[in-house]
């Protein structure tokens, strides 16, 4: 009797926790149900690790703060975001030495609307832990040249302002499932100018990741899930100069029915961050 109050009651609890409303569920590549835990082991052996994420995601935002300051607890780490330009990397070690405050970083790098509340903790978080930071991303007034006049508009640059962008001529597959699904997704308004636009992105935040990792570290890098789905973008140039080392990605969805991944978010990346479609934003 006793044996089959105390199944009752373990049944019950299940049932209960079942009911509760999920925010957000871990998936691995295959749509199996995963521990953050298990993610957290799983990456912590990496040498690279590409954060993908819906730019108005608490959920995500969250999440990769608590990733970082774990990763930090178990290996030496070093940070990089595409939401920071090169050409700003300045005015960001700046603040990360104390030289300048948060005041004079808003007014003399060009940081996202969203900065403050989504990416603020996280370089602060740097800055308080004597972290390096990388501004990886190319500077947009850069990708606009692409999409304009595609890569050789960026052959007439002065040298100093090149140091701001890979290294050209850059490696360019326009074959990729993601930069063709680019120009599906834009329709008419698509262009091979666009699709070589994100790949400029790409390569620069690949360059500046490999530019700055030191053996023995962990670089984990903020981006936009597009740069990283389907192990490409960003991850396609980093494999390309550095095929040996041991990478791992996270992308981020949004689902109506979270406990079970639909199929087109499959094989994304190492890790799905599912989040309930109805949750807030952060703008």
Same mark, same amino acid.
């Given at each position: 009797?006793?044996? %089959?109050? =105390?199944?009752?009651?373990?049944?019950?609890?299940?049932? %209960?926790?079942?009911?509760?409303?999920?925010? @957000?569920?871990?998936? &691995?590549?295959?749509?199996?149900?995963?521990?953050?835990?298990?993610?957290?082991?799983?990456?912590?052996?990496?040498?690279?690790?590409?954060?993908?994420?819906?730019?108005? &995601?608490? $959920?995500?935002? /969250?999440?990769?703060?608590?990733?970082?300051?774990?990763?930090?607890?178990?290996?030496?780490?070093?940070?990089?975001? #595409?939401?920071?330009?090169?050409?700003?990397?300045?005015?960001?070690?700046?603040?990360?030495?104390?030289?300048?405050?948060?005041?004079?970083?808003?007014? %003399?790098?060009?940081?996202?609307?969203?900065?403050?509340?989504? @990416?603020?903790?996280?370089?602060?978080?740097?800055?308080?832990?004597?972290?390096?930071?990388?501004?990886?991303?190319?500077?947009?007034?850069?990708?606009?040249?692409?999409?304009?006049?595609?890569?050789?508009?960026?052959?007439?640059?002065?040298?100093?302002?090149? !140091? /701001?962008?890979?290294?050209?001529?850059?490696?360019?597959?326009?074959?990729?499932?993601?930069?063709?699904? $680019?120009?599906?997704?834009?329709?008419?308004?698509?262009?091979?100018?666009?699709?070589?636009?994100?790949?400029?992105?790409?390569?620069?935040?690949?360059?500046?990741?490999?530019?700055? @990792?030191?053996?023995?570290?962990?670089?984990?890098?903020?981006?936009?899930?597009?740069?990283?789905?389907?192990? #490409?973008? $960003?991850?396609?140039?980093?494999?390309?100069?550095?095929?040996?080392?041991?990478?791992?990605?996270?992308?981020?969805?949004?689902?109506?029915?979270?406990?079970? =991944?639909? !199929?087109?978010?499959?094989?994304?990346?190492?890790?799905?961050?599912?989040?309930?479609?109805?949750?807030? %934003?952060?703008?």
């Amino acid at each position: 009797m006793k044996k %089959t109050l =105390l199944l009752l009651a373990f049944t019950l609890s299940l049932l %209960t926790i079942s009911a509760q409303k999920a925010p @957000y569920i871990i998936y &691995n590549a295959k749509g199996k149900k995963v521990s953050y835990k298990k993610m957290l082991k799983t990456l912590e052996d990496k040498d690279m690790v590409l954060f993908g994420e819906l730019h108005n &995601n608490p $959920i995500a935002h /969250w999440l990769q703060y608590e990733l970082t300051v774990d990763l930090h607890s178990k290996r030496p780490l070093i940070l990089g975001a #595409e939401m920071i330009e090169a050409d700003n990397q300045d005015e960001l070690n700046d603040y990360l030495s104390g030289n300048i405050d948060y005041k004079a970083l808003d007014s %003399t790098a060009r940081l996202w609307n969203n900065h403050k509340t989504d @990416y603020a903790p996280l370089v602060d978080f740097a800055k308080d832990s004597s972290l390096v930071f990388v501004a990886s991303n190319v500077p947009r007034r850069y990708a606009s040249m692409v999409y304009k006049g595609g890569f050789e508009a960026l052959d007439s640059l002065p040298a100093q302002e090149k !140091e /701001w962008i890979a290294p050209l001529p850059i490696a360019y597959d326009p074959e990729l499932p993601g930069y063709k699904n $680019i120009l599906e997704m834009m329709g008419d308004h698509g262009s091979a100018t666009l699709v070589m636009a994100q790949a400029i992105k790409d390569a620069t935040m690949a360059h500046f990741i490999l530019q700055n @990792y030191k053996e023995g570290s962990l670089f984990l890098h903020y981006n936009g899930a597009y740069h990283s789905n389907n192990y #490409e973008g $960003i991850l396609w140039y980093l494999q390309l100069e550095r095929p040996n080392l041991k990478y791992g990605t996270i992308s981020t969805v949004t689902q109506e029915n979270v406990h079970k =991944l639909e !199929e087109e978010n499959k094989n994304l990346a190492d890790f799905i961050i599912c989040v309930d479609q109805n949750m807030t %934003t952060t703008y």
